[in-house]
């Protein structure tokens, strides 16, 4: 039987029976209105934490830690009080980027502490600490992975996966995602990053848009032998069923303070990179990743200013300065990254010198793309360059794929 197949006992239907229950009385920690989005995905599609049947009896008698953050619902509880109430002998959740509630700014240091609302300690993954101590695993039966992820190389909850996975295989614990669709799942795009391009938002070898679940993109981690020293982790995905990488998945709440809407995660992967530049992406507006600017008014008919908003940005590019730009909230993207926008962007802006900063470099992971738009190659002649990469990538990709492949 494959590591990755999961079976389980008739004898706990049950406790599966009860868990639907409890999943219509508990209150659980229910999603701010402010957080919600406008959901829509086939209605027979199941996301992996509300396949009960599959993991419920897996967690008997264990103890388990979870990596968790907000978007970790089901049915529009927190999975921490869906398995708290379920008896399931939680001890501590791991806390990535943004905090355990998804309300810290993008960057900052994340604490550990207690939840406030459940009495479960939080163990911070983001700040001096990203990866599980043998401390932290100590004890520990299973860890189980259940985050909304966006599908991009530079979305640093992967990274974090990424190093539960290292800790759990040199500390022999078992390591299980509840899998979620992938709102970019439906392409393919981007330079593959380069070895000596690694950093915590460029961990491995793949396309800014890789077209994987995180599900599938840790199957891949395992077997590629990325993590160190090649060890793999006994990995188990209970993946979602039904599901189409090409249907369209808007997930129920924002996966991070700073992509509030479906626009702007289609958007992200194109506007993440104005982060490695001089101008604004939009951070300290209610609408970051759609606006994009520079404190000069020949740079676009479009004008915004950045604010102070604790919990999204609180210190952002230009504080208080008017800039001039673009709004892409009518807008939407194509199938690809819109390099055309960093290309006509880059064109007006005056002080070419200044326009690329060495971040730029970290996001794209290579040097490639930065003189290749300095040099004024065309976005075709760009795009042709990254292809034999991709389709390298796509054929390495096919044998990880728990779900039917893009046309």
């Known amino acids: 039987m ?67 953050n907000h978007t970790s619902l089901v049915n529009g509880v927190h999975i921490v009080d869906t398995l708290i109430s379920l008896g399931v002998e939680l001890k ?8 355990f509630r998804g309300d810290i700014d993008d960057g900052a240091p994340v604490d550990s502490g207690i939840d406030q609302a459940t009495g479960l300690p939080i163990v911070s993954l983001y700040g001096k600490n990203k990866k599980p101590s043998p401390e932290d ?10 985050i909304q992820d966006v599908g991009t190389r530079f979305y640093t909850f992967i990274s974090t996966m990424h190093y539960v996975m290292e800790s759990c295989a040199e ?44 599900g599938e993109l840790a199957r891949m981690i395992n077997e590629e032998g990325w993590l160190s020293e090649g060890v793999q982790c006994e990995l188990t995905v209970i993946p979602v069923s039904n599901y189409k990488r090409e249907d369209q998945y808007v997930p129920p709440i924002k996966p991070s303070p700073n992509l509030p809407n479906y626009n702007s995660i289609r958007w ?41 908003i604790p919990g999204m940005s609180t210190y952002p590019k230009f504080l208080d300065k008017a800039c001039w730009g673009i709004d892409l909230r009518a807008s939407s993207p194509q199938k690809r990254i819109e390099l055309d926008l960093i290309i006509d962007l880059y064109s007006k802006f005056k002080e070419k010198d200044l326009f690329f900063k060495k971040y730029f470099n970290t996001l794209a992971g290579t040097e490639n793309l930065r003189k290749q738009i300095e040099t004024g190659l065309s976005e075709q002649d760009i795009r042709d360059s990254w292809q034999p990469a991709l389709e390298a990538y796509k054929k390495k990709r096919e044998k990880y794929l728990l779900y039917p492949d893009l046309d």
Not at 140 to 145: A, P, R, S, T
């Open 2 to 68: 494959s590591r990755f197949e999961i079976t389980y006992n008739l004898k706990t239907s049950g406790i599966i029976f009860l868990s639907l229950i409890l999943l219509v009385i508990i209150p659980g920690c229910q999603s701010q209105s402010s957080d919600k989005m406008e959901s829509s995905l086939q209605s027979s599609v199941l996301l992996g934490v509300e396949q009960f049947d599959e993991y419920l009896p897996i967690l008997q008698n264990k103890n388990v830690a979870l990596v968790v």
């Open 92 to 99: 501590f959740a791991f806390s990535p980027e943004h905090g």
């Open 137 to 146: 695993l100590e004890n520990i039966d299973l860890v189980i992975f259940d």
């Open 171 to 214: 500390n022999n614990v078992p390591f299980m995602i509840l899998d979620r669709p992938n709102p970019n799942g439906d392409y393919i795009d981007g330079p593959v990053r380069e070895e000596g391009f690694e950093s915590f938002v460029g961990m491995h070898p793949i396309p800014v848009v890789h077209g994987m679940t995180v």
């Open 268 to 308: 992200y992967p194109t506007t993440c990179f104005f982060e490695g530049t001089v101008l604004s992406e939009g951070r300290g507006t209610q609408h970051p990743f759609e606006f994009i600017g520079y404190p000069d008014p020949d740079m676009g008919d479009f004008s915004f200013t950045p604010i102070s």
